[in-house]
């Protein structure tokens, strides 16, 4: 595995990590990969998040709304 930057670009001499280190730091979440599915617990904590954002006039309604709508199939499960 290569670890990169969020821009794309490779780190200094490119760094490895063993598979089980791999598989241990995507579980704890210190890699986060980029084609994951939100989990539930992930998208309420999105929700939560947003609903304080809105009760603080720092999200629409509408925007809270649409979150909420795609959130849906993921928090329902």
Do not use: C, H
């Amino acid at each position: 595995m290569v670890l990169e930057e969020i821009n794309g670009r490779a780190y200094g001499n490119n760094k490895y990590l063993s598979l089980m280190d791999t598989e241990l730091e995507i579980e704890s979440g210190a890699i986060l990969l980029k084609n994951r599915k939100m989990t539930r617990v992930e998208a309420i904590a999105k929700l939560k998040e947003a609903k304080e954002l809105l009760e603080i006039d720092m999200m629409s309604k509408q925007e809270f709304d649409e979150l909420k709508k795609n959130l849906a199939p993921i928090t329902n499960n």
